[in-house]
């Protein structure tokens, strides 16, 4: 309620969030099965009938303005009460409650008066009179879902206030009965018309005349009500008035003389100040002028001795007047949102008073009359109460330059940083920031940081949690920090669901308040790409923290004086807590799960199934209401009061312990209106309402539920190309499969992904090497040859790993790695126990793999040899061994073309190297490299100088001078080994011939 109230709402003024949760009655129009509306015929036989015009702008005009019907409307008639006649002091909330009966029955009824007029009276339906008016009625809105005996409601459609003008020309007898009247005021020309009809009808006890009743392209259109006709005097009756969301900017004065009015709600107009004589109302008991322009408010708002509830909030109030303390009827009284700086000693007359909201004023003390007020709760946040006046600040000084607090950016290598008093914004690699303010630590102080791998065993995830981060661990863990620390761990994004930081402190897990924000431009982590997303909390305590994905939770305190919850995620679910259900405050969590209707036709195998969103609701303390619950969910998606067939919808409770679902529709009073369900409740649990044409509903809702907490996976199985004993093997989310093949392509090589399985967040299940395949069995994640994973979600599950023949295998090995759930399989495989599928089956996919044969060194012999052995040279001039032949070709890179032309390779063989290492340039240049080599073994000691003057030639002087080093070291090493075998003489002489051979 405090989040509507900071948006500039109250529940009282905005339709679809009345304070009594009654939007459960609001509903479309009746339509026929067809989809035309059926003509019905109320006492004065009287019908519409909508003339299809030929011009398209204007049928896709009346289209248009059906869809805004049909979608659902948050103000189709207000709320649904039983109906009383209302006393001059009765309530405004009640009084809202008797402006429209229930849609249900006015439809049930019109539909009843339909079929028996045409049963009986056919004969004189040709007869009856056809109005024509303009702007007509939308087809989906009929006469009698918007007129009655004693109602009208003009406001259901764009335009709408035109019709009274024509309305009153045709019937204005039956418009003179009116008690009861809704315009839209967001049509000009068709709101003075109806303003010129207001003052004849005298009968009239509840008017509203509001604007933002549509939207036209997103936006609300606002009323156009600037002022009231002179004669609305005329009105005697009239004891509730709704003029919000319009244009005034002063009171009317024809409002003044209506002594009857009861409530008043003027909100979200331009009022900038209230009348003097506004005390001449002597009736009134409601009164909002929320959101208006306000300064101040006049002494004769004291003589206002029936006022129960004065709503004064986002204002520009600075002071109230003494004479508000004469109000001794004021139980309720609205001031947030003001500039007030002190409030008046005199309100400590007040005694009836109950509720005081004062919050996000300028106040800093509370008369100690009010302290006194016994039954008085005042909300006073946001305001400095008991802080001294803040001095007016000083000039800057020019020469002092501005504290900044340093910042300090980590490499992945390093794991501790100091942290001193200035403070410090420390930067970890992948995203996460550390803000220690200025003050936090006394002396200089070392702390670490550490990301662990989320093990099952410890990462504590709640119902439909999603794991977003990885745990990051900040040590030491006992140091105490003199101001919070704020901690910022990046996330991954998610969809419909809140972002929550949780700490563990060794024994369990906490929620921490959590806001979201962007991270700082100046990340080295992320240079020139996207800020990252980080869910910030502040700590004065290390421990480990993890980032966490749950559903939307709504979260209010019931007071013995009752409450309403309305879901954030779902405005259609709602929970009206009456009063004097608890004798004690509690705190109410309310969660709302979305289901998607084609998964549970699939799993139900009903085509007809629906069911509608699941309400996870829970309280503290845990103990039963004195009195029911009212609880408002949407039916299903497909299903409306009019089409609804009872014996096919089914109310489940739902036991979160034990995961068990019991029918309980007979055990309840269920009513239904056209798009929700109403039903009443003493103790908290789950609620889901379920429409099928099945009996075994209980036993399919577990079926659904447990689907509801798996995510859809494949396994991928990929063999590195230029190792093929190296596998990569990772778990991943359905849809993220195909984009993560084609980023591996290049590096990777192997199967396609698995079948489909599903898996929960955090469960565990092992990958098995078998058939002539094995791995090394000291690896830590190893049991019993099978690598055990835990699958999250949002982050990469995968693992290199090093696989080998058995003991004994010769020849190339065809073996298969197979994911098992659970437990580590035992006497598996049997071809995986031909493959079974079943509620006790472990096995969840089998992907091949491929190893060739091994050579004489115990390495992977390919089918063709790329890089046959070769020695270019003689020992006496030098030679190039292979080696060194790969050292050379990492260094040639782009410019391989150029030098296989200088070394006479053809342009044909350079084309069909490169187009067969189109993706890998490291194999292009070795493969060039070694094609020339081949044809030069025979050639005799000419061809590493052929191989200098290429590189030469091609601009590559440092590869050339590479390449004579080495031959000079090869000559060297040659004339060493001389001299040890004892040949000193022909050493000498090599010696001399080299020496003469250089100029």
Same mark, same amino acid.
């Not at 004021?330 to 309100?347: D, I």
């Not at 993220?736 to 565990?764: A, M, T």
């Not at 096995?843 to 044969?853: D, E, G, I, M, V």
């Not at 390449?963 to 070291?969: N, R």
């Given at each position: 309620?405090?989040?509507?109230?900071?948006?500039?709402?109250?529940?009282?003024?905005?339709?679809?969030?009345?304070?009594?949760?009654?939007?459960?009655?609001?509903?479309?129009?009746?339509?026929?099965?067809?989809?035309?509306?059926?003509?019905?015929?109320?006492?004065?036989?009287?019908?519409?009938?909508?003339?299809?015009?030929?011009?398209?702008?204007?049928?896709?005009?009346?289209?248009?303005?059906?869809?805004?019907?049909?979608?659902?409307?948050?103000?189709?008639?207000?709320?649904?009460?039983?109906?009383?006649?209302?006393?001059?002091?009765?309530?405004?909330?009640?009084?809202?409650?008797?402006?429209?009966?229930?849609?249900?029955?006015?439809?049930?009824?019109?539909?009843?008066?339909?079929?028996?007029?045409?049963?009986?009276?056919?004969?004189?339906?040709?007869?009856?009179?056809?109005?024509?008016?303009?702007?007509?009625?939308?087809?989906?809105?009929?006469?009698?879902?918007?007129?009655?005996?004693?109602?009208?409601?003009?406001?259901?459609?764009?335009?709408?206030?035109?019709?009274?003008?024509?309305?009153?020309?045709?019937?204005?007898?039956?418009?003179?009965?009116?008690?009861?009247?809704?315009?839209?005021?967001?049509?000009?020309?068709?709101?003075?018309?109806?303003?010129?009809?207001?003052?004849?009808?005298?009968?009239?006890?509840?008017?509203?005349?509001?604007?933002?009743?549509?939207?036209?392209?997103?936006?609300?259109?606002?009323?156009? $009500? *600037?002022? =009231? +006709?002179? !004669?609305?005097?005329?009105?005697?009756? %009239?004891?509730? &008035?709704? @003029?919000?969301? /319009?244009? #005034?900017?002063?009171?009317?004065?024809?409002?003044?003389?209506?002594?009857?009015?009861?409530?008043?709600?003027?909100?979200?107009?331009? $009022? *900038?100040? =209230? +009348?003097? !004589?506004?005390?001449?109302?002597?009736? %009134?008991?409601? &009164?909002? @002028?929320?959101? /208006?322009? #306000?300064?101040?408010?006049?002494?004769?708002?004291?003589?206002?001795?029936?006022?129960?509830?004065?709503?004064?909030?986002?204002?520009? $109030?600075?002071? =109230? +007047?003494?004479?508000?303390?004469?109000?001794?009827? %004021?139980?309720? &009284?609205? @001031?947030?949102? /003001?500039? #007030?700086?002190?409030?008046?000693?005199?309100?400590?007359?007040?005694?009836?008073?109950?509720?005081?909201?004062?919050?996000?004023?300028? $106040?800093?003390?509370? +008369?100690?009359?009010?302290?006194?007020?016994?039954? %008085?709760?005042?909300?006073?946040?946001?305001?400095?109460?008991?802080?001294?006046?803040?001095?007016?600040?000083?000039?800057?000084?020019?020469?002092?330059?501005?504290?900044?607090?340093?910042?300090?950016?980590?490499?992945?290598?390093?794991?501790?940083?100091?942290?001193?008093?200035?403070?410090?914004?420390?930067?970890?690699?992948?995203?996460?920031?550390?803000?220690?303010?200025?003050?936090?630590?006394?002396?200089?102080?070392?702390?670490?940081?550490?990301?662990?791998?989320?093990?099952?065993?410890?990462?504590?995830?709640?119902?439909?949690?999603?794991?977003?981060?990885?745990?990051?661990?900040?040590?030491?863990?006992?140091?105490?920090?003199?101001?919070?620390?704020?901690?910022?761990?990046?996330?991954?994004?998610?969809?419909?669901?809140?972002?929550?930081?949780?700490?563990?402190?060794?024994?369990?897990?906490?929620?921490?308040?959590?806001?979201?924000?962007?991270?700082?431009?100046?990340?080295?982590?992320?240079?020139?790409?996207?800020?990252?997303?980080?869910?910030?909390?502040?700590?004065?305590?290390?421990?480990?923290?993890?980032?966490?994905?749950?559903?939307?939770?709504?979260?209010?305190?019931?007071?013995?004086?009752?409450?309403?919850?309305?879901?954030?995620?779902?405005?259609?679910?709602?929970?009206?807590?009456?009063?004097?259900?608890?004798?004690?405050?509690?705190?109410?969590?309310?969660?709302?799960?979305?289901?998607?209707?084609?998964?549970?036709?699939?799993?139900?195998?009903?085509?007809?199934?629906?069911?509608?969103?699941?309400?996870?609701?829970?309280?503290?303390?845990?103990?039963?209401?004195?009195?029911?619950?009212?609880?408002?969910?949407?039916?299903?998606?497909?299903?409306?009061?009019?089409?609804?067939?009872?014996?096919?919808?089914?109310?489940?409770?739902?036991?979160?312990?034990?995961?068990?679902?019991?029918?309980?529709?007979?055990?309840?009073?269920?009513?239904?209106?056209?798009?929700?369900?109403?039903?009443?409740?003493?103790?908290?649990?789950?609620?889901?309402?379920?429409?099928?044409?099945?009996?075994?509903?209980?036993?399919?809702?577990?079926?659904?539920?447990?689907?509801?907490?798996?995510?859809?996976?494949?396994?991928?199985?990929?063999?590195?190309?230029?190792?093929?004993?190296?596998?990569?093997?990772?778990?991943?989310?359905?849809?993220?499969?195909?984009?993560?093949?084609?980023?591996?392509?290049?590096?990777?090589?192997?199967?396609?992904?698995?079948?489909?399985?599903?898996?929960?967040?955090?469960?565990?299940?092992?990958?098995?090497?078998?058939?002539?395949?094995?791995?090394?069995?000291?690896?830590?994640?190893?049991?019993?040859?099978?690598?055990?994973?835990?699958?999250?979600?949002?982050?990469?599950?995968?693992?290199?790993?090093?696989?080998?023949?058995?003991?004994?295998?010769?020849?190339?090995?065809?073996?298969?790695?197979?994911?098992?759930?659970?437990?580590?399989?035992?006497?598996?495989?049997?071809?995986?126990?031909?493959?079974?599928?079943?509620?006790?089956?472990?096995?969840?996919?089998?992907?091949?793999?491929?190893?060739?044969?091994?050579?004489?060194?115990?390495?992977?012999?390919?089918?063709?040899?790329?890089?046959?052995?070769?020695?270019?040279?003689?020992?006496?001039?030098?030679?190039?061994?292979?080696?060194?032949?790969?050292?050379?070709?990492?260094?040639?890179?782009?410019?391989?073309?150029?030098?296989?032309?200088?070394?006479?390779?053809?342009?044909?063989?350079?084309?069909?190297?490169?187009?067969?290492?189109?993706?890998?340039?490291?194999?292009?240049?070795?493969?060039?490299?070694?094609?020339?080599?081949?044809?030069?073994?025979?050639?005799?000691?000419?061809?590493?100088?052929?191989?200098?003057?290429?590189?030469?030639?091609?601009?590559?002087?440092?590869?050339?001078?590479?390449?004579?080093?080495?031959?000079?070291?090869?000559?060297?090493?040659?004339?060493?080994?001389?001299?040890?075998?004892?040949?000193?003489?022909?050493?000498?002489?090599?010696?001399?011939?080299?020496?003469?051979?250089?100029?």
């Amino acid at each position: 309620m405090d989040r509507s109230r900071a948006k500039g709402t109250v529940p009282d003024e905005e339709d679809g969030e009345q304070a009594d949760g009654s939007e459960d009655e609001e509903v479309e129009m009746p339509t026929s099965h067809a989809g035309v509306p059926e003509t019905s015929v109320d006492t004065l036989v009287v019908s519409f009938c909508t003339e299809l015009h030929q011009d398209q702008d204007k049928l896709k005009k009346k289209t248009e303005l059906g869809d805004v019907i049909a979608e659902g409307r948050m103000e189709v008639l207000g709320p649904e009460m039983e109906e009383t006649s209302p006393a001059p002091s009765v309530s405004p909330i009640s009084l809202m409650d008797t402006c429209a009966p229930s849609i249900s029955s006015l439809s049930s009824a019109s539909y009843l008066s339909s079929n028996h007029h045409r049963n009986n009276v056919s004969s004189s339906s040709s007869s009856s009179s056809v109005l024509s008016l303009t702007p007509p009625l939308p087809p989906s809105v009929e006469l009698s879902a918007v007129l009655t005996d004693t109602r009208l409601s003009l406001d259901v459609y764009l335009g709408g206030a035109a019709a009274l003008s024509l309305l009153w020309t045709s019937i204005p007898e039956q418009l003179s009965s009116l008690q009861y009247l809704r315009l839209g005021s967001e049509d000009k020309a068709g709101l003075d018309g109806a303003l010129d009809v207001l003052p004849h009808l005298t009968e009239l006890r509840s008017l509203a005349i509001r604007g933002h009743c549509f939207y036209d392209r997103g936006d609300p259109l606002p009323g156009l $009500l *600037t002022t =009231l +006709p002179r !004669d609305f005097s005329s009105l005697s009756h %009239l004891v509730h &008035l709704d @003029l919000s969301f /319009n244009q #005034l900017t002063c009171l009317p004065s024809s409002l003044l003389s209506i002594s009857t009015l009861t409530s008043l709600l003027l909100c979200h107009n331009r $009022l *900038t100040a =209230l +009348p003097p !004589d506004i005390g001449l109302f002597p009736s %009134l008991s409601y &009164l909002s @002028l929320l959101g /208006n322009e #306000l300064v101040s408010l006049p002494a004769s708002v004291g003589q206002l001795k029936a006022l129960h509830t004065l709503d004064v909030s986002h204002n520009c $109030l600075q002071h =109230l +007047p003494d004479e508000i303390g004469s109000l001794v009827e %004021l139980v309720k &009284l609205e @001031l947030s949102y /003001n500039k #007030l700086k002190q409030l008046p000693e005199t309100m400590g007359s007040l005694l009836s008073l109950r509720e005081l909201v004062i919050y996000s004023n300028e $106040l800093r003390l509370i +008369p100690d009359c009010l302290n006194e007020l016994p039954r %008085l709760k005042i909300d006073k946040r946001d305001n400095p109460l008991g802080q001294p006046r803040t001095p007016p600040p000083l000039s800057p000084t020019p020469d002092r330059p501005e504290t900044s607090i340093p910042e300090l950016h980590l490499g992945f290598n390093q794991h501790s940083f100091c942290v001193s008093s200035a403070g410090c914004h420390v930067f970890l690699p992948g995203g996460a920031e550390l803000l220690f303010p200025p003050g936090c630590v006394v002396t200089t102080t070392r702390l670490e940081w550490i990301e662990k791998r989320p093990e099952r065993k410890w990462v504590w995830l709640e119902e439909h949690d999603i794991l977003l981060s990885r745990p990051l661990e900040l040590r030491p863990h006992g140091i105490k920090f003199l101001m919070p620390v704020e901690v910022c761990v990046p996330y991954h994004r998610t969809k419909r669901k809140e972002v929550v930081v949780r700490k563990f402190d060794g024994h369990s897990w906490i929620t921490l308040p959590t806001n979201l924000r962007r991270g700082s431009e100046s990340h080295s982590s992320h240079p020139g790409g996207h800020l990252a997303r980080l869910a910030c909390c502040s700590v004065s305590q290390f421990s480990w923290f993890m980032a966490v994905s749950r559903l939307v939770k709504d979260t209010c305190s019931v007071t013995p004086t009752g409450a309403l919850l309305v879901s954030s995620s779902d405005p259609g679910v709602k929970l009206h807590f009456p009063p004097d259900c608890t004798v004690q405050t509690r705190t109410i969590n309310l969660q709302v799960l979305e289901v998607s209707v084609s998964e549970v036709q699939t799993l139900c195998g009903d085509p007809q199934a629906r069911v509608s969103p699941l309400l996870c609701l829970s309280q503290s303390p845990n103990t039963h209401f004195l009195q029911p619950v009212k609880v408002q969910i949407p039916l299903p998606p497909g299903v409306t009061g009019h089409t609804v067939d009872m014996t096919c919808l089914h109310l489940l409770h739902g036991d979160p312990t034990a995961q068990t679902w019991t029918d309980i529709t007979t055990q309840v009073s269920l009513h239904i209106t056209h798009v929700y369900a109403i039903f009443y409740i003493t103790h908290f649990s789950w609620y889901w309402l379920w429409y099928t044409t099945r009996c075994y509903v209980s036993g399919v809702a577990r079926k659904v539920y447990q689907r509801l907490k798996q995510f859809k996976v494949q396994f991928l199985v990929l063999q590195r190309k230029t190792d093929p004993s190296q596998v990569l093997l990772q778990c991943l989310p359905v849809n993220k499969v195909e984009g993560r093949i084609q980023s591996l392509s290049e590096q990777y090589d192997g199967p396609q992904p698995s079948e489909l399985c599903d898996l929960l967040e955090g469960e565990q299940f092992f990958a098995g090497f078998e058939r002539g395949l094995d791995i090394s069995t000291d690896r830590p994640d190893c049991v019993q040859g099978r690598l055990c994973f835990m699958f999250y979600s949002s982050l990469k599950n995968l693992k290199e790993v090093y696989i080998c023949p058995t003991e004994g295998q010769k020849g190339p090995v065809r073996g298969q790695v197979s994911f098992y759930r659970g437990e580590i399989p035992s006497h598996l495989p049997e071809e995986v126990v031909r493959k079974r599928k079943g509620n006790d089956s472990q096995w969840l996919a089998t992907l091949p793999l491929r190893l060739p044969a091994l050579n004489l060194d115990n390495s992977y012999c390919t089918e063709e040899l790329q890089h046959p052995p070769l020695n270019l040279g003689d020992p006496e001039s030098g030679y190039l061994t292979e080696a060194n032949l790969l050292s050379i070709s990492l260094q040639i890179g782009q410019d391989w073309r150029v030098i296989g032309m200088n070394l006479g390779l053809s342009y044909q063989e350079l084309d069909r190297i490169q187009y067969k290492h189109r993706d890998n340039l490291a194999a292009l240049v070795l493969d060039m490299l070694f094609h020339w080599a081949r044809g030069q073994s025979n050639t005799g000691p000419g061809v590493v100088s052929k191989l200098v003057a290429a590189m030469m030639e091609s601009g590559r002087r440092d590869i050339a001078d590479e390449i004579e080093d080495i031959v000079s070291i090869g000559r060297r090493k040659y004339s060493q080994s001389l001299r040890r075998l004892g040949l000193e003489a022909e050493s000498s002489s090599l010696e001399e011939n080299s020496a003469a051979a250089e100029p």
